[in-house]
């Protein structure tokens, strides 16, 4: 969404260079191009304020952020449809009230004021989004008792470092990501049609926890965790929910026969999931071993049998890394800081 606003930003600020020199040079000088210009500022405001909330309205609904080169049509049809009215009686109001000098004058100085108060307000809301702090909501049971459906949380986006615009690069971090950790990060695949825990995941934002970094070892066992060759008690993980007891999963006679490297490079390249589903036994109670490869990182829900995660497609990259679950806001009655 911080990508979207900033090109909001940079459309309005562009609109407001236009009409300062277009004003010192009195172009808009006929009833007609005073509409069209009026046309364009409403057009491009309607347009810009009903995609914002459409985007709202869907990431809260599915706790989705698309990417910024995929736009859903949910969002484009409503946002078209406003600025194509708008820009109808933009360009009534300006072509009705232009034939006068004061006339054409009013509208390009209240349009530019307006362009120049969204170009700040913005620009500055997309950098604050991008590199320091944004909310989600949690909408799933997936990392259940630690957050509910519902909850609304700060995510800190610095801790990691400042993210490189276009590069997936991270700078001045002030610390790695360590175990334990609860993340936010984009789904970890680069192909829109691809499908995972039976849906397209491309594009949607994912909230879990930290199991393992680069050169860990981690395996799944009766459904419990397994770290560099060492069971995880009870103990060490009390945010960890299950709800299903001893009726487990079978170990999938699939993944028995895998060689070690080619269920390794199956879970890395994301298919592992889609090579199990074939033999009608996924890896929720028995996965792995796995070794996590450099530069990213295995992730699993809380609520451990109620969750779609590392487990069934892959390591989290570090260029799909957004930030560190920081401080649940509300409900008040659950205000607490994330851990």
């Known amino acids: 969404m911080e990508e979207r606003l900033f090109f909001v930003g940079l459309a309005m600020g562009a609109f407001a260079w236009l009409s ?29 304020a009903v995609w914002v909330i459409m985007m709202s309205l869907d990431s809260r609904s599915r706790f989705i952020s698309i990417a ?17 009215i708008a820009a109808v009686i933009g360009f009534w109001r300006g072509f009705a009230r ?42 799933s049971g997936s990392m259940r008792n630690t957050l509910l459906e519902g909850d609304h949380l700060f995510v800190n986006k610095f801790i990691y470092g400042l ?21 936010v990060f984009r789904f970890p695949v680069d192909d829109p049609k691809e499908r995972h825990c039976g849906d397209v995941q491309y594009g949607k934002d994912f909230i879990k926890r930290v199991i393992g970094v680069p050169g860990d070892t981690v395996a799944v066992r009766g459904g419990h965790v397994i770290l560099n060759d060492r069971p995880v008690a009870g103990a060490d993980e009390p945010y960890a929910q299950y709800l299903i007891g001893l009726a487990r999963e079978t170990e999938s006679a699939t993944a028995k026969e895998f060689p070690p490297e080619q269920y390794q490079k199956r879970w890395e390249e994301h298919a592992l999931d889609r090579t199990l589903e074939l033999s009608g036994s996924g890896p929720r109670d028995y996965f792995g071993p796995v070794t996590v490869p450099p530069h990213s990182f295995f992730v699993m829900g809380d609520n451990r049998d109620r969750s779609c995660d590392g487990r069934y497609w892959g390591p989290v990259g570090e260029k799909y890394l957004k930030g560190k679950a920081w401080f649940l806001y509300w409900p008040p009655s659950r205000m607490k800081t994330v851990r």
């Open 68 to 84: 910024a080169h995929a736009v859903s049509t949910t969002e484009l049809y409503p946002s078209l449809a406003a600025g194509v």
């Open 20 to 48: 300062r020199r277009w004003g010192r040079s009195q172009a808009l000088d006929t009833p007609a191009k005073t509409g069209l210009w009026h046309a364009l500022f409403c057009g491009l405001a309607a347009f810009s």
């Open 163 to 183: 993210r490189v615009p276009f590069t997936g690069r991270r700078v001045l971090a002030l610390r790695q990501v360590q175990r334990g950790d609860v993340i």
């Open 98 to 139: 232009g034939a006068a000098p004061e006339g054409r004058r009013y509208f390009l100085g209240e349009d530019l004021e307006w362009a120049e108060t969204v170009f700040s307000a913005v620009l500055l809301a997309s950098v604050l989004m991008y590199f320091v702090v944004q909310a989600f909501k949690i909408p």
